[in-house]
């Protein structure tokens, strides 16, 4: 409760930022009469979450689901290949160009491509949302484990150190901000990943009832699918950025420790 009123102190302006701009949207609709197939009004797109609670849940899980699972594919293989590019030049020079020249080659077209070769199922969407967000996990991973000071190399290396001493106590340590950077990053792009999916071919899921519900002028129930789509992802982030916090102490503590052992 405390932490709840501190975080509403913190942010009291940009709260009252939002009930302003909910207030006077609300009152445009209503004075301007601007139909709910137009623009609804926060109070008739309030109405819509409620009476399609379980509509929404169902979607929402399975857009959660896709997300999650293409997130911790691309978590896993990103991380992997960072760590062989950075101890195999080899890997880098054969792996890197064809990662970078992945990025150029729009999600929005390998999406048809994927439904097509593995159908409309949930591989084809967990495999979107991976290509969208191994990307910055990959080249932030890699930034965050070439960036070690020389000398505590020198040091680890002077002790007869072996490589995965100087990795588990050194490298890593250091790569933590850069690797929670691209996977922060990487929350977004994923819930981006799996909406392009959907749009792709899907019966199921948030994209898919964003299309339908366009199709049948259903204008609030697509709000309600936008805004908790946001939800999603503001979550996500915030459930990653907390990771952070929890480990940022054993990196600080471990650098502290290397730099002593210089000094």
Do not use: C
């Not at 949207?25 to 109405?47: G, H, K, N």
């Not at 929350?187 to 199921?204: D, K, P, Q």
């Amino acid at each position: 409760m405390k932490k709840a009123l501190a975080w509403a102190r913190e942010n009291a302006l940009a709260l009252a930022a939002f009930v302003v701009f909910v207030a006077v949207w609300e009152a445009a609709v209503r004075l301007a009469r601007i139909p709910a197939f137009v623009l609804p009004a926060p109070s008739a797109i309030l109405a819509k979450f409620l009476a399609d609670i379980p509509l929404l849940r169902r979607h929402t899980l399975v857009t959660l689901e896709e997300i999650l699972v293409g997130y911790l594919v691309a978590a896993a293989f990103g991380l992997l290949i960072a760590v062989l590019i950075v101890q195999f030049k080899a890997v880098e020079r054969v792996v890197y160009p064809y990662i970078v020249a992945s990025q150029t080659v729009p999600k929005i077209a390998i999406a048809p491509l994927l439904i097509i070769w593995l159908g409309a199922g949930m591989l084809p969407k967990v495999l979107i949302v991976a290509v969208t967000a191994f990307f910055p996990i990959t080249v932030n991973t890699v930034t965050g484990l070439r960036e070690v000071e020389e000398n505590y190399l020198h040091l680890l290396h002077s002790v007869a150190a072996t490589d995965a001493q100087v990795f588990l106590r050194l490298r890593l340590p250091y790569a933590l901000p850069f690797i929670f950077a691209g996977l922060k990053l990487a929350t977004t792009l994923s819930v981006l990943g799996a909406i392009v999916a959907e749009f792709m071919g899907a019966s199921e899921g948030l994209g898919y009832l964003i299309l339908s519900s366009t199709f049948n002028f259903e204008v609030p129930r697509v709000f309600v699918s936008l805004i908790l789509l946001v939800l999603i992802g503001v979550l996500f982030f915030g459930v990653v950025a907390w990771g952070e916090g929890r480990l940022s102490w054993r990196r600080e503590t471990r650098v502290r420790v290397i730099q002593t052992e210089t000094a």
